[in-house]
């Protein structure tokens, strides 16, 4: 009977070991598995950075210029970086817009174009805006909108703010940098503080 017990439970934990692996190999999976155009920066990266956010968020667009200041400062022989921007599903109307809009860009070989295109244009962003982008990226916009009610578009922004939560963030601006969680929420940020988060997550 004991021996049967002991058993039992060793087999208990295999599973439960097995599901830990499988579930950290879906969360990496989820994190850095960004085919080309999906990504800017290196392709074969020391460190990569993703960020969570939302295109209706003040502060996810606010801290979008600076770390772009960042990004452009790094020099040739300092660390190879990647950058992975990852819109989840918004609570409001122009962000769910917004977040369609540059995944259905994607099936056009245009998310990064379509990622910049939306944040640096103003709020809110309505179905017009999706007309302006698609003239200004030379998108097909009849395919353009088809693509914005793709339900594998919906499914990548719900996917994306599942795996924050997964990271330990409840909210946006989030940054990942390694095994590092940084949320950011609403505070200003400067070129130094990304300068430190990659060196920390480098150490």
Request: net charge negative; charged share 20%; proline share 6%.
């Given at each position: 009977?004991?021996?049967?017990l ?28 960004a085919?080309?155009?999906?990504y800017?920066?290196?392709d ?18 606010s ?6 200041d960042y ?20 609570t ?36 017009s ?35 924050n ?5 409840a ?19 400067s ?11 480098m150490?």
């Amino acid at each position: 009977m004991i021996y049967r017990l002991f058993i039992t439970i060793v087999a208990l934990a295999s599973l439960y070991f097995i599901y830990d692996i499988a579930r950290a190999y879906s969360l990496r999976n989820n994190l850095y598995n960004a085919g080309p155009g999906f990504y800017i920066g290196a392709d074969d990266p020391d460190v990569t950075i993703v960020k969570f956010f939302d295109y209706s968020c003040a502060g996810c667009r606010s801290s979008h210029p600076v770390f772009m200041d960042y990004f452009k400062s790094l020099p040739e022989d300092g660390p190879k970086v990647r950058y992975i921007p990852r819109p989840v599903y918004s609570t409001n109307n122009s962000g769910i817009l917004a977040g369609r809009m540059a995944y259905a860009a994607s099936m056009q070989g245009k998310f990064i174009e379509a990622h910049e295109w939306l944040m640096r244009n103003p709020l809110p962003i309505d179905e017009s805006a999706a007309v302006q982008m698609a003239r200004e990226l030379a998108l097909d916009y009849n395919k353009l909108r088809v693509d914005m009610d793709n339900p594998n578009v919906e499914m990548l922004l719900k996917t994306n703010g599942d795996v924050n939560l997964r990271i330990g963030s409840a909210s946006v601006p989030t940054f990942y940098v390694e095994g590092l969680t940084w949320v950011v929420g609403p505070r200003a940020v400067s070129v130094q503080d990304f300068e430190n988060i990659v060196n920390e997550a480098m150490q």
